[in-house]
């Protein structure tokens, strides 16, 4: 359903109006028209961020605002130049725990749903019920032992908390896709004399691929956009892209074009990644409830 | 598979069924066996989670500040009791509530606006929607001061160029209406999300039904009053709970726009919380202030799990 979805809805009368055909035609056109107003709406405080960033600091921050200008790389060339620790860092968290998190959870999926253990639904619910605690109800204590274990500004403990921040969305979503798989493809391959081991390497995981693309998705953009560990647990050795770009706003200067290009792109990975897959977007978000 | 594969009337009553038989015939070492996977994402998620939550409750019973660490005195309930009396604390609550419904019922209304207008057929739809939805992918620190800066900045902001062009004076919006700035950037985030989830229920409605209606007369109107509002209904109920388990835990938005000024007129719980363990330095208080959120949260979970564990049901294999 990315682009070119056919039109499920052409049974069914284009808008509400009259019954006389082109009264409805122009109600159509007008409801196109209100529909590209609003998204070029939405999009527009992107596209003039974008626009930031190819800007000089004193045609970013003019009034009233510069609408023409000769478009320059500097800003991009001075972020690229001064994130390299951060984005590495942030490669490393983003990385490791979404590769933490799936040998984790495929496997505990599996559990729960294939060859389901006993209280399936207390232990979803355990699961569950671990992503509506509160952030700020744990960060004192994590602080404070991280502080006696040595292990602040660490970017170890960043990947173990975001390992565990995104476990149980990466267990419902591929719980959601394992459930898809049917039973008679796991009996067939029992059947045929094949292990469990075997019946998983080469029946199920190539099944359910799409689904651990969504799920590794997920994982990957809640780490790259997290801020609140990062802030509070890092300094200056472990500090991750979205600390970058608050290190960008001075206090003497201008900075917005600056703050503009890094914004850009720290954001760019997870557009691109969204733009493409919008479909496992919605089912990821929804933890796999919607599909 | 080796469980029940009968057709169960409900999906729920099968897995039930194949517990309760599961529990019966299951040996001690196949049971254990089915346990080996689950077991390290489950000892992680308890270790990693629920000892600094412990953690946090043996805080909050304790007089301890973090510029002073020798200083930890058993005080029992007392950081309850000034909870109770904290003024300001009341003030985040209330805050909380307003900065997550707001968003979460004023995104929903816009989503469903939106997810109305792409379900029709056009050209460019597939465009028109990458473009709605990515406000939803920028990066929540990145479009907080894209918002507290390039759009709402009284000087050189869009925003307020934009009404100085009909003749409104420039208005300094996070210092003036700081929670009305913060809305703006939370609803322009959450928006794309609503309207996802609510596209997806316009287009999982069942096609015979909507020719059906239309075969037997139904206008447009009554086709959207009696068929697709009831079958959305689900899917506003599931957006709207998860919104609110998202959004209440907005930390970045008001770190970054207004850090809670002015004074704390615009802080939520999260970061009043935030302020007092590491601005204040007073673990005591922050871990009962993190409890007491918590019991909070609770109640509100309990409705969300409900319904998502209902959204799951329908589609349980039976």
Same mark, same amino acid.
């Given at each position: 359903?990315?682009?070119?979805?056919?039109?499920?809805?052409?049974?069914?009368?284009?808008?509400?109006?009259?019954?006389?055909?082109?009264?409805?035609?122009?109600?159509?056109?007008?409801?196109?028209?209100?529909?590209?107003?609003?998204?070029?709406?939405?999009?527009?405080?992107?596209?003039?961020?974008?626009?930031?960033?190819?800007?000089?600091?004193?045609?970013?921050?003019?009034?009233?605002?510069?609408?023409?200008?000769?478009?320059?790389?500097?800003?991009?060339?001075?972020?690229?130049?001064?994130?390299?620790?951060?984005?590495?860092?942030?490669?490393?968290?983003?990385?490791?725990?979404?590769?933490?998190?799936?040998?984790?959870?495929?496997?505990?999926?599996?559990?729960?749903?294939?060859?389901?253990?006993?209280?399936?639904?207390?232990?979803?619910?355990?699961?569950?019920?671990?992503?509506?605690?509160?952030?700020?109800?744990?960060?004192?204590?994590?602080?404070?032992?991280?502080?006696?274990?040595?292990?602040?500004?660490?970017?170890?403990?960043?990947?173990?908390?975001?390992?565990?921040?995104?476990?149980?969305?990466?267990?419902?979503?591929?719980?959601?896709?394992?459930?898809?798989?049917?039973?008679?493809?796991?009996?067939?391959?029992?059947?045929?004399?094949?292990?469990?081991?075997?019946?998983?390497?080469?029946?199920?995981?190539?099944?359910?691929?799409?689904?651990?693309?969504?799920?590794?998705?997920?994982?990957?953009?809640?780490?790259?956009?997290?801020?609140?560990?990062?802030?509070?647990?890092?300094?200056?050795?472990?500090?991750?892209?979205?600390?970058?770009?608050?290190?960008?706003?001075?206090?003497?200067?201008?900075?917005?074009?600056?703050?503009?290009?890094?914004?850009?792109?720290?954001?760019?990975?997870?557009?691109?990644?969204?733009?493409?897959?919008?479909?496992?977007?919605?089912?990821?978000?929804?933890?796999?409830?919607?599909? | 598979?080796?469980?029940?594969?009968?057709?169960?009337?409900?999906?729920?009553?099968?897995?039930?069924?194949?517990?309760?038989?599961?529990?019966?015939?299951?040996?001690?070492?196949?049971?254990?066996?089915?346990?080996?996977?689950?077991?390290?994402?489950?000892?992680?998620?308890?270790?990693?989670?629920?000892?600094?939550?412990?953690?946090?409750?043996?805080?909050?019973?304790?007089?301890?500040?973090?510029?002073?660490?020798?200083?930890?005195?058993?005080?029992?309930?007392?950081?309850?009791?000034?909870?109770?009396?904290?003024?300001?604390?009341?003030?985040?609550?209330?805050?909380?509530?307003?900065?997550?419904?707001?968003?979460?019922?004023?995104?929903?209304?816009?989503?469903?606006?939106?997810?109305?207008?792409?379900?029709? $057929? *056009?050209?460019?739809?597939? !465009?028109?929607?990458? /473009?709605?939805?990515? @406000?939803?992918?920028?990066?929540?620190? =990145? &479009?907080?001061?894209?918002?507290?800066?390039?759009?709402?900045?009284?000087?050189?902001?869009?925003?307020?160029?934009?009404?100085?062009?009909?003749?409104?004076?420039?208005?300094?919006?996070?210092?003036?209406?700081?929670?009305?700035?913060?809305?703006?950037?939370?609803?322009?985030?959450?928006? $794309? *999300?609503?309207?996802?989830? !609510?596209?997806?229920? /316009?287009?999982?409605? @069942?096609?015979?039904?909507?020719?059906? =209606? &239309?075969?037997?007369?139904?206008?447009?109107?009554?086709?959207?009053?009696?068929?697709?509002?009831?079958?959305?209904?689900?899917?506003?109920?599931?957006?709207?709970?998860?919104?609110?388990?998202?959004?209440?835990?907005?930390?970045?938005?008001?770190?970054?726009?207004?850090?809670?000024?002015?004074?704390?007129?615009?802080?939520?719980?999260?970061?009043?919380?935030?302020?007092?363990?590491?601005?204040?330095?007073?673990?005591?208080?922050?871990?009962?202030?993190?409890?007491?959120?918590?019991?909070?949260?609770?109640?509100?979970?309990?409705?969300?799990?409900?319904?998502?564990?209902?959204?799951?049901?329908?589609?349980?294999?039976?």
């Amino acid at each position: 359903m990315t682009t070119t979805a056919p039109a499920p809805t052409s049974t069914r009368p284009a808008a509400p109006g009259g019954a006389r055909r082109p009264r409805r035609r122009t109600t159509g056109t007008l409801l196109t028209a209100l529909t590209w107003i609003l998204a070029i709406g939405f999009f527009f405080p992107v596209a003039w961020m974008a626009m930031t960033a190819f800007k000089q600091e004193s045609q970013a921050s003019s009034n009233p605002p510069t609408f023409f200008f000769e478009p320059t790389l500097d800003q991009f060339r001075a972020v690229v130049g001064e994130s390299g620790t951060y984005v590495a860092n942030s490669l490393i968290a983003t990385g490791v725990s979404t590769v933490l998190v799936l040998l984790l959870g495929i496997p505990a999926a599996y559990a729960l749903s294939i060859r389901p253990v006993e209280k399936v639904g207390d232990v979803l619910f355990f699961f569950i019920s671990t992503k509506m605690l509160p952030v700020v109800a744990v960060i004192v204590p994590i602080y404070v032992i991280a502080g006696q274990l040595r292990v602040l500004d660490n970017i170890w403990t960043l990947v173990v908390l975001y390992t565990a921040m995104n476990l149980p969305i990466a267990v419902w979503m591929m719980r959601s896709f394992l459930q898809e798989v049917p039973a008679e493809v796991l009996e067939a391959a029992s059947v045929d004399g094949a292990g469990l081991l075997r019946t998983m390497r080469s029946v199920l995981l190539p099944m359910v691929a799409p689904g651990i693309a969504a799920t590794a998705l997920i994982c990957v953009i809640f780490a790259w956009n997290e801020f609140f560990f990062a802030l509070n647990l890092t300094a200056s050795q472990a500090a991750t892209v979205p600390i970058f770009i608050v290190s960008t706003m001075t206090s003497e200067g201008l900075f917005l074009a600056r703050l503009c290009a890094a914004a850009l792109l720290a954001s760019l990975p997870v557009i691109i990644a969204g733009w493409i897959a919008q479909k496992q977007l919605v089912r990821g978000l929804s933890m796999g409830a919607i599909k | 598979m080796t469980t029940l594969t009968t057709q169960a009337a409900s999906a729920r009553r099968a897995q039930e069924l194949r517990a309760v038989r599961d529990e019966h015939t299951l040996s001690r070492a196949e049971r254990w066996r089915r346990r080996g996977p689950l077991l390290p994402a489950l000892l992680f998620t308890i270790a990693v989670t629920q000892i600094p939550f412990l953690v946090t409750i043996w805080y909050s019973l304790h007089s301890r500040n973090l510029l002073r660490p020798d200083s930890d005195l058993f005080v029992g309930f007392a950081n309850y009791g000034d909870i109770v009396g904290d003024s300001t604390f009341r003030g985040a609550a209330v805050n909380s509530v307003v900065i997550t419904l707001g968003c979460v019922l004023v995104a929903m209304v816009l989503g469903i606006v939106l997810a109305l207008l792409l379900d029709r $057929p *056009f050209r460019g739809r597939g !465009v028109a929607r990458t /473009l709605l939805i990515t @406000p939803f992918l920028i990066m929540p620190v =990145a &479009s907080s001061v894209l918002w507290s800066m390039a759009m709402l900045n009284p000087t050189y902001g869009l925003l307020n160029w934009t009404i100085g062009l009909v003749g409104i004076d420039p208005v300094d919006w996070t210092s003036t209406y700081p929670i009305v700035a913060i809305l703006m950037a939370l609803v322009w985030q959450w928006t $794309p *999300f609503m309207m996802l989830l !609510v596209l997806a229920g /316009l287009q999982a409605q @069942p096609k015979d039904v909507l020719e059906a =209606a &239309s075969v037997d007369g139904a206008g447009p109107w009554r086709t959207f009053t009696w068929i697709t509002m009831p079958h959305l209904r689900r899917y506003v109920e599931l957006g709207v709970l998860l919104g609110i388990i998202y959004v209440v835990n907005t930390f970045d938005q008001i770190y970054l726009m207004t850090a809670g000024g002015p004074g704390t007129a615009s802080a939520n719980l999260p970061f009043y919380i935030y302020q007092r363990a590491f601005l204040g330095f007073d673990i005591g208080q922050a871990a009962a202030m993190g409890v007491v959120v918590v019991i909070a949260t609770i109640f509100v979970a309990m409705a969300a799990l409900r319904l998502i564990f209902r959204s799951f049901d329908v589609k349980e294999r039976s």
